[in-house]
């Protein structure tokens, strides 16, 4: 554990006993939801609206603490800052703990007898309306009843801390994170989740970024098959969107069943395990037309909202994002009716295919879809590209990224990650087969101004009717592939359902623009990868495409 060893053992001191000392409460669910609901705002659809100070994660405050294998390998703007002053900020927690009014809530993460940790979650009360926190995590995870298998994971989140001292503390070794100065629910959420994702995969499975889900398709030779399907996005690219979506497969015999929209652990059969019963969604443009089924979701009863505008007149607007781009909502599973379907995927063996889609958001030469080999599925893996979000960092909302995994909660080594994505295609053989979605469009030119990025072309978006056609084309196998122009990569020809011809290229630039937003791409790409030391070479080499 590096030269932590007494901070890790001052926090194991800090959280063993705290469940049992007088300023700790441990309220029912029914109790934490009339709590909530008593400072929450009734909406015309009879879900409650709350309101965050902070209202997106603070990535840039975040730090690992422990050994060489879970310290970050770049430093966030004041991780220095922090770790020096780690010890006493450590003190000032555990002094803390002892006199504020704390809720306690405990919940079980997956519904499975492999690896099913139980999450207890330590909320300071100080500021009374901080209590939706607690049902909101009451509400996305599991009854505890009947024990749970793998570690026992904490979270402490006061956020009444200082603002000048915010941060997030995350101890891995000991499963244990501190909140500080954050009414943001995504830091609860994914403090858990990222704690889940380190032990899954010391126990041999992969933490993913992804929704997974069931798919039952009618092929062109009549045939209804069974596949697992997994999107891998990062936040507001579109990965909870196509995984809650049917996709128009809508005849005799087809369907969907979703099984999860944000963190699964998969494992070398490509089963894999869920997370959550709640849906953290964003509610940025949903629409009826275009997203029933989150929709629907949206307009139960039982469902919250968080940061979305509702008028003087109790009326949700989810087009205004006056107060933020990173409106909020939990859903439960039950409120997608029968398109919801258990929350594990099973092996590969006992489905006709496995399908991976690799959701990109690019607005400029990247094709909407392409078929993978697996060391270009694996490159993809690693290159992680996409923009950034409200959800992610506000600041800098609409940049390119790169995140390996498009996972920003990896722990430790980010090409063991890689290495073990590859080592799980090469298992499956050919019952997996990987794919890139491009939800962004075509058409950006892009350049910098005084630092400011400056969009000077308008982009023609996919719209979601239309990837979702492609979806259903990839199912039912009906999409006719052929080699890109540009990218040694299979494109869709023809896609029912989409004129994939307005998406050409030439309409947009000229072929010089083109040339070198390709080569400008592919350079990106090579120097990326060779910065992951230990990453597999044929991952490396299927960058070159």
Partial sequence: MGGFQDVLASVIATIEGLADRPNVTTPSGEELRSQA???????????????????????????????????????NPRQEE??????????????????????????????????????TLYLSSY???????????????????????????????????????????????????????????????KGFLRLGMWHAKRQGMLGMHAGSKILKARGSDGAIRRYSMFFLGLTATGKTTHTAHTHGLTEDGEGIAI??????????????????????????????????????AI???????????????????????????NGRGIMQRTAFGDSMGPIDVPPATELDGVLVAFITRRNTVMPLAAKLTKEQAAAFFMLGESVESSGGDPRRAGMSVRQVGTNPFIIGNKSEEGNRFFQFLNAAGDRVQPFLLNTGGVGEVVHMDDGKRVVSQK????????????????????????????????????????????????????????????????KERREYLNGFPGLRPEIVKGAEF
């Fill in 299 to 325: 307009t139960q009863g039982d469902a919250v909202l968080e940061n979305v505008l509702v008028d003087y007149d109790s009326v949700v607007d989810l087009g205004d994002l006056t107060l933020t781009g």
């Fill in 82 to 119: 922090i770790l020096d002053g780690l010890d006493e900020m450590v003190a000032l927690v555990e002094a803390y703990v002892k006199k504020a009014p704390l809720l306690r809530a405990v919940r079980r993460m997956g519904q499975n007898d492999e690896f099913s940790p139980l999450c």
């Fill in 459 to 522: 982009v023609l978006r996919v719209e979601i009717p239309e990837m979702a056609a492609i979806i259903r084309g990839i199912a039912r196998d009906t999409i006719a592939w052929q080699k890109d122009r540009d990218w040694d990569l299979q494109v869709p020809g023809k896609v029912e359902g989409v004129d994939m011809t307005k998406f050409d290229l030439s309409g947009f630039y000229d072929e010089g623009q083109i040339q070198t937003m390709v080569e400008t791409l592919r």
């Fill in 127 to 189: 500021r009374p309306e901080v209590v939706r926190l607690a049902y909101f995590f009451h509400l996305a995870l599991f009854d505890p009843d009947g024990g749970e298998v793998g570690p026992k994971m904490t979270l402490v989140d006061l956020p009444e801390w200082q603002e000048k001292d915010r941060q997030i503390l995350v101890f891995p070794e000991i499963a244990t994170t501190y909140v500080l100065g954050s009414d943001y629910y995504g830091e609860i959420k």
């Fill in 259 to 296: 099984a999860q929209d944000d963190v699964v652990f998969l494992r070398e059969d490509w089963s894999a395990l869920g997370t959550e019963k709640g849906f953290f969604l964003k509610t940025e443009g949903l629409t009826p037309d275009t997203q029933p089924l989150i929709y629907h």
């Fill in 37 to 75: 609901q008593g400072i929450g705002t009734k909406t015309n659809l009879g879900s409650y609206n709350y309101s965050s100070v902070v209202r997106s994660r603070s990535a840039g405050l975040t730090v690992y603490v422990g050994g060489p294998e879970v310290l970050q390998e770049s430093l």
